[in-house]
């Protein structure tokens, strides 16, 4: 069978492995840290740096198509590969979703509307940024931010030293603060012959900058879900994307705006498992293998609820709950703040929404 590589080896590929050996494939991970929670379900992992040209040349060698579960990986690291075997989703989309400047840019050229943004390097650009778009705002780094991470809120002109310093030098983007109604996503997906499917938006609910909650459907207008999956489409066209992709979205009495999107599945997709025939795991793993996409349509309401750190004591409890499908990383070590699993509660047969 055809072997597909895995581009970081988080709990995104091993669920993308599990998906993968379902339909036949076997999947090789690529992964710089030791032990990571795809190994259990991998056919082979390579563990060496993105910086490593020739482990990247043997492993794409041994590939037939490469993907990624991870937005952060150095593009440089994708010459070793692209020379060999296609990489999908495109290395276009990871330069444009990796630097939250070049994707908000991205997205107000197609024109969709974002939260107002300006590239922030020192003290000067910042002032200007606050004259500018006002405040409340959030100082982000610009790259390798998640979970809210490399994040500042400045209310009044008095915090903009202090968020300036949580940069770290690093070059950063100020985005007003956009006061929501609710935080919605869409998981699309698009084939490598360009037709596009999405799943039905989902209501995210964050704690501390992560993602606590998913629920399906999320309590929209008809227009709102219209417009939330016609601007995902748009998207992905864009890109000539490949693949299935996260789009976070902010509701707002204006309209959408996108927050950011992810190309790879997303957590707020995990609800997909258990409410859909087709999950966003298998659903990737058609479109970058070159297969049909699959029905995504909803069979199922679903919370999802994610097990960060001690949550995952709960699970014994939440076992006895038969309506309850319970997805663990394998991750031995219960760390704050880190994500052991999810589990996906169905609370009834798809209702009209
Ligand atoms: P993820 O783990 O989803 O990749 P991230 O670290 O990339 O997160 P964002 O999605 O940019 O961060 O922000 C995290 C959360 O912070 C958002 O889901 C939202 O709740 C809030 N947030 C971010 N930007 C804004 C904004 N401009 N206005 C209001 N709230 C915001
Ligand atoms: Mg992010
Ligand atoms: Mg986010």
Known sequence: GATIGILGGGQLGRMLSV??????????????????????????????????????????????????????????????????VPIRPNRRTLAVSQDRLTEKAFASELGLMTAPFAAVDDAVDLAEAMAEIGLPAILKTRRLGYDGKGQARIDQPEDAPAALAAMGGAPAIMEGFVSFTREISVIAARGLTGEVACYDPGLNVHRDGILRTTTVPAPLTTAQRTDAVLLAGRLLNALDYVGVMGVELFVTPRGLLVNEIAPRVHNSGHW??????????????RAIAGWPLGDGTRHSDIEMENLIGDDVDKVPALARDPAVAIHLYGKAEARPGRKMGHVNRRLGPASLQ
């Open 19 to 84: 998906a993968a050996s379902r339909l036949g494939f076997r999947c090789h991970f690529y992964e710089p840290a030791a032990e990571p929670p795809a190994a259990d379900v991998a056919h082979r992992v390579t563990t060496a740096s993105y910086g490593d040209r020739e482990a990247l040349a043997a492993f794409a060698a041994s590939v037939d198509v490469v993907t990624y579960e991870f937005e952060n990986i150095p593009t440089a690291a994708l010459d070793a590969i692209e020379a060999l």
């Open 272 to 285: 997909t498992q258990n409410g859909c025939v087709i999950d966003q795991f298998e659903q990737h793993v």
